[in-house]
């Protein structure tokens, strides 16, 4: 009996298409994980540039509210004068204020 060279034949060619696919596949992951760690480098540059611009936003908004600033506006520009008179400073308990905020809901009810 002569062994036939198809079944040898068809095992190769098994293993060649086999092989071919894990190739085919290796590297379509491999840029797919290229792509998408490109992309997270990205995302995380954005974030970074975000994050500085809200900082900046955040000191001129400091930098625009500050009393020297405001002051020296409403003196230089505007003619206002500042008033020499103490600042009165009362101080209440909140045990007061609770007890005046019932006795008035008491009243309109």
């Given at each position: 009996m002569k062994k036939s060279a198809k079944p040898a034949i068809l095992f190769v060619l098994f293993v060649f298409v086999s092989?071919?696919?894990l190739i085919l596949l290796y590297v379509g992951v491999k840029l797919e994980h290229e792509k998408l760690t490109k992309e997270k480098v990205l995302a995380q540059q954005r974030l970074s540039d975000v994050k500085n611009w809200k900082i900046n936003l955040l000191a001129q908004d400091q930098a625009l509210s500050s009393e020297e600033?405001?002051?020296s506006i409403a003196q230089n520009e505007l003619g206002m004068i500042r008033d020499s008179?103490?600042?009165?400073?009362?101080n209440v308990s909140k045990e007061?204020?609770?007890k005046i905020s019932k006795a008035i809901d008491k009243k309109y009810e």
């Open positions: 092989y071919t696919f600033r405001i002051v008179a103490q600042v009165i400073i009362l007061k204020i609770d």
